[in-house]
């Protein structure tokens, strides 16, 4: 199903995408060589909490993973690169960490996700990659606004990481967001112009460019979660949950 979401609830929405950011942006900070997957996940937890949150993964237990989830935040590291499972790891100097969060507040949700390198050194191909992303979500966005259509948005994310070289896996890609974390309609990261659903204002999506370096295979770990490249190769991801609105679309994980 589609939501529209009423102005009030934008206006909330706003808040909760605050607080995504908020907490991304705190532990990107925190994060340093040494630091435990499972600190990660316990600062988000405790962030979530001081804020009156509610987490939208802890309990969270779809077909396509081994449910429930039991953690506040994904964290892939370099070859994991979507629904990553915190576990015990300890991050050295290099390493591409992508942190994925969605929390609900005043009964909306909202989505966003990062990616970075751990400490001081910059493997380029690592910088280039969580920029093609980058640029992917920035394209997407614009791309994005009332009468345009998924395929639009599809087709301004597929366009930039193609061009970049990457290839495309189009199991998982974007989706509508509102009282719940997934909704439809699914925004694949490539697409055909002028294909799909129609854009109205008040629709909340998540886009959600991400990309491996060299295969579009995803193999799962014995997890059961957390998904990585079938080559073992590096990957990256970024995401923002965007609303459209009267005349283009407004980012709502922005920190405040
Ligand atoms: N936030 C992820 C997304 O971007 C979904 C994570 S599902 C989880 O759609 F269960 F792994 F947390
Ligand atoms: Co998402």
């Given at each position: 199903m589609v939501e529209i979401l009423?102005?009030?609830?934008?206006?909330?929405?706003?808040?909760?995408?605050?607080?995504?950011?908020?907490?991304?942006?705190?532990?990107?900070?925190?994060?340093?060589?040494?630091?435990?997957?499972?600190?990660?996940?316990?600062?988000?937890?405790?962030?979530?909490?001081?804020?009156?949150?509610?987490?939208?993964?802890?309990?969270?237990?779809?077909?396509?993973?081994?449910?429930?989830?039991?953690?506040?935040?994904?964290?892939?590291v370099n070859d994991a690169v979507l629904h990553g499972l915190p576990h015990d790891y300890a991050l050295a100097d290099g390493d591409l960490l992508t942190l994925d969060l969605a929390v609900s507040l005043g009964g909306v949700a909202a989505d966003a996700a990062i990616s970075f390198i751990v400490g001081e050194s910059r493997p380029p191909e690592s910088v280039a990659m969580i920029r093609a992303t980058e640029r992917a979500l920035s394209a997407g966005i614009a791309a994005a606004g009332p009468g345009a259509r998924t395929g639009d948005i599809s087709h301004a994310i597929g366009a930039v990481l193609s061009a970049e070289g990457y290839p495309i896996n189009t199991e998982f890609g974007g989706h509508g967001i509102g009282s719940t974390m997934h909704q439809d309609p699914h925004v694949a990261n490539t697409g055909r112009r002028g294909r799909g659903y129609k854009l109205r204002p008040g629709l909340m999506l998540a886009l959600e460019p991400w990309v491996m370096a060299d295969t579009a295979e995803l193999v799962t770990d014995p997890d059961g979660w957390t998904l990585r490249s079938a080559t073992g190769c590096r990957t990256a991801h970024s995401e923002h949950t965007i609303a459209i609105t009267h005349d283009g679309a407004e980012i709502i994980t922005l920190p405040r």
């Open positions: 009423s102005p009030a609830e934008v206006s909330r929405a706003r808040d909760t995408g605050a607080l995504v950011a908020d907490i991304l942006r705190t532990a990107r900070s925190r994060t340093t060589v040494g630091t435990n997957l499972l600190d990660i996940d316990q600062w988000a937890q405790a962030m979530i909490q001081e804020a009156g949150a509610q987490s939208c993964y802890v309990d969270y237990a779809p077909s396509f993973g081994r449910g429930p989830f039991g953690h506040y935040i994904c964290t892939g």
